[in-house]
C-alpha cells in the first residue's frame, strides 16, 4: 500500500495547479468528483526514558575498557579544604524542579575537596531527560573568588533533593548523593549520620575499590506526588550497573532500590546494600575516652532477621585492628545499622546531635540466596571517621558479563517497633568477674558480660524475674555462670554471665531470655578475644 506523505500531497497539488485544463478553469460542464485528503501520518512520540535505557547503557558501559578520568579542576577549586568547599553553596532561589516538580525542590553539589569526579545530573521532564547545565549563577562562592567564570562544562560533584519533611513550609534537605556510590536520606526529626551505598567491592581487604555513579536521571514529580524517582548509572574496574530509587519521604522515609549489575571481572566479592557507619566508643567498648562525651557513634549495633525469623543484635566496637565477623543465611529477612541509644545524656554534645541519627534497616525483595552479612569493624581514633561497614555478601561470586538483578528497601527511623518487636538489647558492659562483689574463686582468662533487655514483655517479668532463664553459650569457651535480675530504670531486665576463653583466643558469645518453651528477646551476640 502507497503512503501518501505531506510532501507527496503538496507536490500533487502543484501539479494540479499547473495543467493546462485547470488553467482554463476547470471541466465546464462537468462534476468535478474530488477524492478526500489523505491523512497526515501520526505524530510518533519518542518513548519514555526509564529504566531500560540505563540498563542498556550499563550493558553497553561493562562491555568496555573501564575509564576513569577525574579533571583538572579550575585553579580557584583545586584546592579546596572541606570548610572553603562547604562556603560553596547553591541559591536556594535557583533551585530545580520548582516548576512542575511538586513539593520537591533540587539543589547540585560544586566541584572541589575530595570530590572532583564531574557528574552528569538530568531531569526527566513528559519523558524526555535533559542535562543541568553549569552555570556559576546557580552558587554563592563565599570565601572562594574565582578570578573567572569557570567552564561551561565544568559539571556538578553531585545532587541533593530537598522536601518539606519536618514542617509544611520549610524545604529540609531529604536526601543526598556525593562521592562514589554513596547517598544518605532522612526521615522526620532526623539528622545525618550514617551513609548508604550502591555497591562495595572486596571491602576489607587490600583490593578493595569504589564505584561510582557516572551519570544521573531525576524525574520531575507530578504535582502533589510524595515520591521522588531518581535513576543512575554506576561504573567501576569490577562491575557496572543500573539503578532505580524511589523515595518516599516521611516519618520514616524508606527508599525501593531495584539494581542490576554487570560484573566486569569473576571471583569478585561483592557487597549488595552496603551501610558505612561511625563507631568510636560506646558504654560496650571504653578503650577511648573523650573528654566530656562518654559515648560517641553515629550506630551502637548491627541488627539482623535471619531467614529462619530469628532476630540477632551484635553490639559495634572500635577493635585495635581490623576485624570481620561473618553471619551465614538464607534468604535474609532483613539487616541494618541501629542507633538505639536515644538519650542526650549518653553523648553530650550540643551542636552533633548523635542521639537523633537515624538507623538504616534493609529488607531484600524476593530471595537472595545463601550468603552471609558481613560486619567490618576498623580501628579509628576519632569521630571523623567511617570506620564500619554492613552488606550482604552472596556465597557464588556474579559471572562476567551475566547480569544479576536484585531488590531492596532501605527504611530511615529512630526507632521502628516492629524491628526487633520481643525484648531488645538497650546496654552492653564488660566488667571482671569480681566488679560485683562475688565471693567465688575468680577462674583465670574469665570476663563478666552484663545485658539490659526492655520492651516486648520485659515489663510483665520485673517483679518476678525469677521466672527468666538466661540461656547463653561460647564457641571455644566456657560459661561459668548466669543470673537475671529486675531493671526498673528500664523497666525490663539485666541478664550476666561469666565467661572463660584461654588467653589469646576468641569466642563467639550467644545469649537470649526466655520463660519456659518461650523466647522472650533478641538473641545478643558478641566476639570475645581473651586478653
Keep these: 500500500m502507497t503512503h501518501i506523505t505531506r510532501r507527496k500531497l503538496l507536490g500533487s497539488l502543484a501539479a494540479i495547479g499547473a495543467s493546462p485544463m485547470a488553467s482554463r478553469g476547470g471541466f465546464a460542464g462537468q462534476a468535478f468528483a474530488q477524492s478526500p485528503p489523505a491523512p497526515f501520518p501520526p505524530v510518533i512520540k519518542p518513548p519514555r526514558f526509564g529504566f531500560d535505557d540505563v540498563l542498556s547503557r550499563a550493558r553497553e558501559l561493562a562491555g568496555a575498557p573501564f575509564e576513569d578520568h577525574p579533571q583538572r579542576l579550575p585553579e580557584a577549586f583545586d584546592k579546596l579544604d572541606f570548610d572553603s568547599w562547604r562556603d560553596i553553596r547553591f541559591r536556594p532561589d535557583h533551585a530545580l524542579l520548582a516548576n512542575g516538580g511538586g513539593a520537591f525542590r533540587l539543589e547540585t553539589f560544586h566541584l572541589g575537596f575530595l570530590y572532583r569526579r564531574p557528574v552528569t545530573i538530568n531531569l526527566i521532564r513528559d519523558g524526555l531527560p535533559a542535562p543541568i547545565p553549569y552555570s556559576p549563577s546557580l552558587f554563592d562562592y563565599g570565601r572562594v573568588k574565582p578570578e573567572k567564570d569557570p567552564p561551561v562544562n565544568l559539571g556538578f560533584a553531585g545532587f541533593r533533593l530537598h522536601y518539606p519533611l519536618n514542617d509544611p513550609h520549610v524545604n529540609d534537605e531529604l536526601i543526598s548523593f556525593l562521592g562514589a556510590s554513596y547517598f544518605r536520606f532522612l526521615g522526620r526529626d532526623q539528622n545525618y549520620g550514617l551513609s548508604a551505598r550502591g555497591l562495595c567491592v572486596e571491602a576489607g581487604t587490600e583490593k578493595e575499590s569504589f564505584p561510582f555513579f557516572r551519570e544521573f536521571w531525576v524525574e520531575t514529580p507530578a504535582a502533589g506526588a510524595n515520591r521522588a524517582t531518581i535513576f543512575a548509572l554506576l561504573d567501576g574496574e569490577a562491575a557496572t550497573g543500573a539503578y532505580r530509587f524511589d523515595v518516599t519521604p516521611g516519618q520514616e522515609t524508606t527508599v525501593d532500590v531495584q539494581a542490576t549489575l554487570f560484573p566486569r571481572r569473576a571471583a569478585v566479592k561483592f557487597g549488595f546494600a552496603p551501610l558505612t557507619s561511625m563507631f568510636l566508643t560506646g558504654e560496650n567498648d ?21 531467614g529462619t525469623g530469628e532476630w540477632l543484635w551484635r553490639p559495634l566496637n572500635n577493635p585495635t585492628s581490623p576485624h570481620i565477623a561473618s553471619f551465614l543465611d538464607k534468604d535474609n529477612k532483613g539487616f541494618g545499622l541501629i542507633q538505639r541509644d536515644r538519650a542526650f545524656e549518653s553523648y553530650q554534645d550540643l551542636e552533633l546531635s548523635y542521639e537523633s541519627r537515624p538507623s538504616y534497616f534493609v529488607e531484600p525483595q524476593g530471595g537472595w540466596g545463601e550468603g552471609q552479612v558481613e560486619l567490618i569493624e576498623l580501628p579509628t581514633q576519632d569521630e571523623t571517621n567511617d570506620n564500619i561497614v554492613a552488606s550482604w555478601t552472596p556465597a557464588t561470586p556474579p559471572e562476567p558479563q551475566k547480569p544479576l538483578a536484585y531488590a531492596y528497601r532501605i527504611t530511615a527511623c529512630l526507632d ?5 518487636p520481643n525484648g531488645r538489647v538497650v546496654n552492653t558492659f564488660r566488667a571482671p568477674p569480681q566488679a560485683l562483689g562475688s565471693s567465688e574463686k575468680v577462674a583465670v582468662n574469665s570476663r563478666r558480660f552484663l545485658v539490659d533487655f526492655a520492651g516486648g514483655d520485659m515489663s510483665y517479668y520485673v517483679n518476678d524475674p525469677s521466672q527468666v532463664e538466661v540461656v547463653a553459650n561460647a564457641t571455644n569457651g566456657q560459661v561459668l555462670r548466669t543470673s537475671v535480675a529486675a531493671n526498673p530504670h528500664i523497666d525490663g531486665l539485666r541478664a550476666m554471665f561469666d565467661v572463660s576463653v584461654k588467653s589469646g583466643e576468641t569466642a563467639d558469645l550467644r545469649m537470649f531470655l526466655r520463660a519456659g518453651s518461650r523466647t522472650l528477646t533478641e538473641t545478643w551476640t558478641y566476639p570475645w578475644t581473651s586478653p
Design 286 to 306: 571504653q578503650r577511648i575516652r573523650d573528654n566530656f562525651r562518654a559515648e560517641l557513634h553515629d550506630s551502637d549495633g548491627l541488627l539482623m532477621q535471619t
Design 416 to 420: 521502628l517497633a516492629r524491628l526487633s
